[in-house]
Nanobody, 123 residues
């Protein structure tokens, strides 16, 4: 069983930065696609980006150029560096692991989830 624990959330002013971390235990971390999602109150869970097994990354337009995902397989940890934060980035942020061969932006394609960490961006 894989367990994921996020950390690093908090309150930041617009234009600021935060780095989230997601530590994994159990399983073989290097075999997983690791995704980041976020969910604001009253909204659906939104894909924020992914680092594939091979270390490559993909970001959707709302965060591309501002967010960077990296992974450290030796530490079983994936990071989400968020720069130029905006109030609309306010949400609970989740990391998720997928054991599927193909990667996906859909939450239902991820097998394991962290508990989430709150990010609040003030204007």
């Amino acid at each position: 069983q894989v367990q994921l624990v996020e950390s690093g959330g908090g309150l930041v002013q617009a234009g600021g930065s935060l780095r989230l971390a997601c530590a994994a235990s159990g399983g073989t971390f290097s075999n997983y696609h690791m995704g980041w999602f976020r969910q604001a109150p009253g909204k659906e869970r939104e894909f924020v980006g992914i680092t594939w097994r091979n270390g490559g990354t993909y970001y959707p337009p709302p965060v591309k150029g501002r967010f960077t995902i990296s992974r450290d397989n030796a530490k079983n940890t994936v990071y989400l560096q968020m720069n130029s934060l905006k109030p609309e980035d306010t949400a609970v942020y989740y990391c998720a692991a997928s054991t599927n061969a193909a990667w996906s932006t859909l939450p239902r394609q991820y097998n394991y989830w962290g508990q989430g960490t709150q990010v609040i961006v003030s204007s």
